[in-house]
Nanobody, 115 residues
Framework: QVQLVESGGGSVQAGDSLRLSCVASGVANCRSKMGWYRQAPGKERELVAL???????EYAEPVKGRFTISRDNTKNTAYLQMSDLKPEDTAVYYC?????????WGHGTQVTVSS
């Protein structure tokens, strides 16, 4: 049974930082990409960042230069370091695992950024 457990969300002020973590279990991630998507109220879910097992990385344009994705394959864990947060980053952040696209999703963690 595949399980993705996110943690690290919260409420912060604009300009603050947060680090999200996602622990994956029950999935063979020999080729899997791990990633983060987000969904703001009234908006569609959108890609934030993806990282392959070989650490090839893709970022969405709005987060380039502010967010950093990483993974620890020994722990089946992905991280999203978010810096210089903006109110428009407010959303539920979802962890994903899969190849080539997301096959499994976490339940999400709320990130709220106030101005």
């Amino acid at each position: 049974q595949v399980q993705l457990v996110e943690s690290g969300g919260g409420s912060v002020q604009a300009g603050d930082s947060l680090r999200l973590s996602c622990v994956a279990s029950g999935v063979a991630n020999c080729r899997s990409k791990m990633g983060w998507y987000r969904q703001a109220p009234g908006k569609e879910r959108e890609l934030v960042a993806l990282i392959t097992r070989g650490e090839r990385i893709e970022y969405a344009e709005p987060v380039k230069g502010r967010f950093t994705i990483s993974r620890d394959n020994t722990k089946n864990t992905a991280y999203l370091q978010m810096s210089d947060l903006k109110p428009e980053d407010t959303a539920v952040y979802y962890c994903t695992v899969g190849f080539p696209g997301p096959d499994y999703w976490g339940h999400g963690t709320q990130v709220t950024v106030s101005s």
